[in-house]
């Protein structure tokens, strides 16, 4: 366990919101995070955004791999 | 898939691979504690990136295989109460209990609808006011908050048709059974990386302290996972044992405070019956007296009581899930315990060791 | 008198009367026509002598209208994929119905109407058929149960054919199907742009066959996805087909739809792809004629057939490593877990 998605955004109204990814969409509910904007990338697991996806994190993790990569 | 398919990049996972030959561990045996990585790991077929020494075993993190048969025989009796709707997560479907599963039971007569997000549960008893819906609760910390979500909104709906079969299990107290025990000798855990989403990665504090275990919160695409090989090996080349979150970009060292302050309001920790291993103190939740008008244990106490206790089972599930025997080395596997005819839920679960051992070919 | 009477099916239109032919006349000959219908209760088809594919399906799929397609449209397809799997160009189908009691008169006009549109894509004529009307409950909406017979173009085209060497052909995406399908029937996932795939292949296979291509299975992945058409193969011939999951061609929201609910798109439904086990030699000649027509754009080479291990079927994932692609286990559910 288990199983979360990386989604997109599109809609958030109080607690609800809609989420998108591949132009497949759900609505899910955001109470466990606050300060959420419409574009930002969040785990949805079952219907729920448990997380905030840290996009500079991901970039920069990403970036340092692929330098290694690159290196061998 | 944004978030997705970057970590899946190929050529990144092979040069992780790369170092991990160059380690100065040469080997290690390493625990994953969650069946989605148990599944991630067969499905883009990890083991044979690995350097020959160092090995991954499943360990109790498949919530579907560590519910008790009394708890599946106990939710599924619940059937039999006029008008009922069990509703449950796909997972659950197939799992046995002593004699029956829900999909039997479907195919008998009862009312057994799949959801995706118990949410979804209960708008069912909303639009069904004349039925006694009954949700499955099964799951880690990661599904736990959905569910106290849902019981709140039952409760702010005043839905008088809607309880939850609470069987969440908790993984700290989990981990700490399993280390304490002694019987399964790690020499690194990857933790997992969504059940931290919610308990922050400090939680696991105690493995480092207390059992000088490493460790890394690991995430389930497969750079996360070779990320989370690659640490464990590193801390066991420099003698260390931490806490190593590689999965940053989700996951903080912090729980989540509003997922704190709902699992305090809805729940509590009682101790819970793991499948195979028995029962693990303050590993479990219940549902808290407040909200107990949404506890199918109180509701249909009767009936649950009427359950008769389930016998001592053939199954080696048990041993899968505590990392002391590989899927292969049981005898009925593949043999009396096929995934279309499982014994056990490791079998039956599609994240259980022994169903990605069958499936894909592991080990 | 249908349209005026009843905007509902009566158990009356499965009666056998006057109320039936009605229904018969005006709904399903004024659709897709009486083609050699003499009013008696078989078909009489003038064939030359030979071999002939025959070849029978049941349709129950929920809803009866989904994206990209509906049950009338499905009947057909499916039983014409199904004929061209044995290197049979289609000829005639029954088409019967199991109707469930206050069925929308307007729904079962619409199933017909996209029967006919079906067959004349598809150049197969329905022949002849059935109606029965059931009480309301005893079936869902509608049923349709068809027959189909075709003339074998090439004999020896076979599930158990396939020989070490030969490439295999997967002529476009995997999993529409059954995504479109699942996300329509359940309140899972909110679904804008995923539609099943369901077509006819006739142009396809014919074109092939034409063209000389020493095509030696053929299979129309439906329930088990191409899991299980490729482990039905591996097992009937005895061998081992390995893929490439990078060569798999899979629309981006049906993967996406996919991840999201824990399947896996290869064991997921299709109803308008084949796959082409053609010799070596044949290979890239045959994938320029499928990409060449219609619902043939996006084919690919998916893999080979190698002698062993036998019966089984591997996947080389994008690094490199190899799992055993399983035949499904059972239901397609989704997870959480």
């Known amino acids: 366990m288990c199983l979360a998605v990386p989604m997109r955004l599109t809609q958030i109204d109080g607690v609800l919101a809609v989420a998108e990814v591949s132009s497949v969409t759900r609505k899910v509910r955001i109470d466990l995070l606050p300060d959420l904007a419409v574009g930002d990338f969040v785990l949805i697991h079952a219907g729920l955004a448990i997380s905030k996806i840290d996009e500079r994190e991901a970039e920069e993790t990403l970036a340092l791999l692929k330098e290694l990569t690159d290196e061998v | ?363 | 008198m249908v349209h005026g009477d009843s905007d509902r099916v009566l158990l009356s239109h499965g009666a056998g009367g006057r109320v039936m032919t009605d229904l018969i006349e005006k709904v399903f000959l004024a659709s897709y026509g009486a083609h050699g219908s003499t009013g008696d209760d078989s078909a009489v088809l003038d064939v030359a002598l030979g071999q002939i594919a025959f070849t029978t399906d049941s349709f129950v799929v929920d809803p009866i209208f989904f994206p990209g397609g509906d049950i009338g449209r499905l009947a057909v397809c499916g039983t014409v994929n199904d004929l061209l799997t044995a290197a049979s160009k289609p000829a005639a189908l029954s088409v019967s119905f199991i109707i469930e009691e206050g069925l929308e008169m307007r729904a079962l006009e619409a199933v017909a109407a996209s029967i006919q549109d079906a067959a004349s894509e598809a150049n197969v004529r329905i022949v002849t058929g059935d109606t029965k009307v059931v009480p309301r409950g005893s079936a869902d909406k509608v049923f349709i149960t068809t027959a189909g017979v075709g003339i074998v173009l090439r004999p020896g085209v076979s599930g158990s054919a396939a020989k070490p060497g030969d490439k295999v052909i997967l002529t476009g995406s995997a999993g529409d199907h059954g995504t479109a399908v699942m996300l329509a029937r359940e309140n899972l996932l909110d679904n804008e742009s995923v539609l099943s795939d369901v077509a006819p292949l006739t142009d396809i296979v014919l074109a092939l066959l034409e063209a000389g291509c020493r095509v030696h299975a053929m299979r129309d992945p439906t329930r088990g996805g191409i899991a299980a058409s490729l482990n039905e193969i591996a097992r009937q011939s005895g061998v081992c087909i390995e893929i490439d999951e990078m060569a798999v061609p899979v629309k981006p929201a049906v993967a996406a739809a996919c991840e999201a609910l824990g399947l896996d798109v290869l064991q997921v439904a299709n109803e308008g792809k084949m796959l082409i086990v053609v010799s070596p030699d044949d290979a890239d000649r045959s994938l320029e004629i499928v990409h060449g027509r219609r619902y043939g754009e996006d084919a690919r080479i998916i893999g080979e057939v190698r002698a062993a291990p036998r019966s089984r079927v591997q996947m080389r994932t994008a690094f490199g490593t190899s799992r055993i692609l399983d035949m499904p286990a059972g239901e397609l559910l989704p997870r959480i877990c």
Not at chain 2, 218 to 242: H, N, W, Y
Request: hydrophobic share 45%.
């Open chain 2, 1 to 363: 898939m944004r978030f997705s398919d970057e970590f899946r990049d190929a050529k990144i996972v092979q040069s992780i691979a790369e170092r991990l030959r160059n380690s100065a561990c040469k080997s290690a045996t390493i625990m994953e504690v969650c069946g989605t990585h148990t599944m991630s790991a067969a499905r883009f077929g990890l083991k044979s990136l690995l350097p020959e020494g160092v090995r991954l075993v499943s360990g109790p993190g498949c919530p579907v295989c560590v519910t008790a048969p009394n708890d599946i025989d106990a939710f599924l009796a619940l059937g039999s109460v006029p008008g009922a709707i069990l509703v449950s997560f796909g997972d659950m479907l197939r799992v046995p209990g002593s004699s029956t599963s829900l999909e039997r039971e479907r195919a008998a007569g009862a009312d057994v609808r799949i959801v995706y997000s118990p949410l979804d549960a209960v708008e069912i008893a909303a639009n069904e006011p004349d039925k006694q819906i009954v949700f499955f609760g099964v799951g880690f910390e990661t599904t736990m908050p959905a569910v106290a979500i849902s019981i709140v909104s039952a409760a702010e709906r005043n839905l008088a048709n809607f309880t939850v079969f609470c069987v969440h299990k908790t993984m700290p107290a989990a981990l700490r059974a399993l280390l304490a025990g002694g019987e399964v000798k790690v020499s690194g855990l990857l933790l997992p990386g969504h059940v931290t989403t919610i308990i922050g990665a400090d939680a696991y504090d105690f493995i480092a302290k207390e059992f000088s275990v490493p460790c890394a919160v690991t995430g389930f695409e497969p750079v996360d996972m070779m990320l989370g090989v690659e640490s464990i090996l590193k801390q066991r080349a420099e003698g260390v044992a931490k806490i190593d979150n590689v999965y940053a970009r989700a996951v903080s060292p912090q729980a989540n405070p509003r997922a704190g302050r709902l699992f305090d309001k809805v729940f509590e920790p009682c101790d819970a019956d793991w499948r195979g291993i028995g029962v693990i103190p303050a590993s479990g939740i219940r549902i808290r007296d407040g909200y107990s008008a949404f506890d199918a244990r109180k509701r249909f106490a009767e009936v649950i009581e009427a359950v008769p206790i389930a016998p001592i089972s053939e199954c080696l599930c048990g041993d899968v899930l505590r990392g002391a025997m590989r899927p292969v080395d049981c005898p009925q596997f593949g043999a009396a315990c096929t995934p279309s005819d499982p014994v056990g839920p490791c079998m039956v679960s599609s994240e259980g060791a022994c169903a990605a051992a069958y499936r894909y070919g592991g080990d």
